[in-house]
């Protein structure tokens, strides 16, 4: 086990260090599906591949939503940058000796976008026409992940994905897979998915095929998660009623970027309060990111809030709310 870890380890870091010089932007559609869903996984610089587990995990590594231990629902809202609006949210249950499903989705709405002619028969430079149009993006999916033994979980999500905008509009089938594996030493855990394989998107029809097609943003994650103190068996002892650290840290490749890495760490004080704080490297903005949560009981129901902020140097810097609720 001490041998697994540290190959994992070092393969983390070679994996960070090996960035790719070459920028490959622009060769993959519905970049939707690349924005962050959840506060709380937001805020610790979207490590979280092995180090969350709750229902919005199924839209990082759908294996982590074994970790609902009966329903568990949530809701996100996330100013975005453009002034754009993204709803996103998923339920999830938990079947006993069967596995957990759940249900998700994410909602973008581009609202009204003044139209505009590429070039005017009157000679005027402003071609607006004084007409606006609209756009939006929707994916819909329903995830079922299984633990295969006390330790390791797999899972998947399948997700409807549609793109429109003026007149065009795409839709396709994709599917993440993702596995999850708790090591029980030290509280270390380990993580990977693999999300968005689908046929190409495709909006345009006058031309050969291979000319108009693109594939879908491919994002592969491996991840792992240490538990710093809040437990006896753990690196730095503690209470975890008391108090309670997690490193995170996952490497990311795609197929339309170079590699990257993300780091975070979440820090909860007496099961109530948390502070987040994360760190995105190859990314030219975005990079820090900040968080924090409270969770209250009402009754049988447990509720938590989770808010994160996104520091972007020449972008709107998003915000992202979230209530997560436990039933």
Known sequence: MKKLITTLVVMIFLYGNGFSQFNKSGRTSMQ??????G??????????????????SIFWNPAEITGINNSEASFTYTQWIGDLKIFSGAVGYTFPNIG????NYISLDY????????TSTS??????????????????????AKEFTDKLSIGINARYVRENLFIYSSHLWSFDIGSFYNTGWKGIK????????STPARWLYDKEEAQQTYDLPLVFRIGLSVDMFGGQELFFGG??????????IDAIHSNDYGERLHMGLEYTLLNIFTLRGGYKLNYEE??????????????????????????????????????????
């Open 32 to 37: 939707f599906l690349k924005i962050g869903i």
């Open 39 to 56: 506060a709380r996984q937001v805020g610790i610089g979207e490590a979280n591949i092995a180090g969350v587990q709750d229902i919005n």
């Open 100 to 103: 957990t499903l759940a249900v």
């Open 111 to 118: 609202g009204q976008i003044p139209e505009a002619l590429t």
């Open 123 to 144: 000679g005027k430079l402003d071609t607006r026409t004084g007409n606006t149009f609209g756009g939006g993006d929707l994916a819909f999916g329903l995830g079922f």
């Open 190 to 197: 380990i993580g990977m998915s693999a999300q968005n394989f």
């Open 239 to 248: 209470d975890p009623d008391v108090q309670k650290l997690t490193f995170n």
């Open 286 to 327: 975005g990079n820090l990111s900040l968080g924090v949560g409270v969770k209250y009981d009402v009754g049988p129901l447990n509720l938590r809030f989770d808010y994160s902020y996104v520091n972007y140097d020449f972008l709107q810097s998003p915000n992202r709310f979230t209530i997560s609720m436990e039933f």
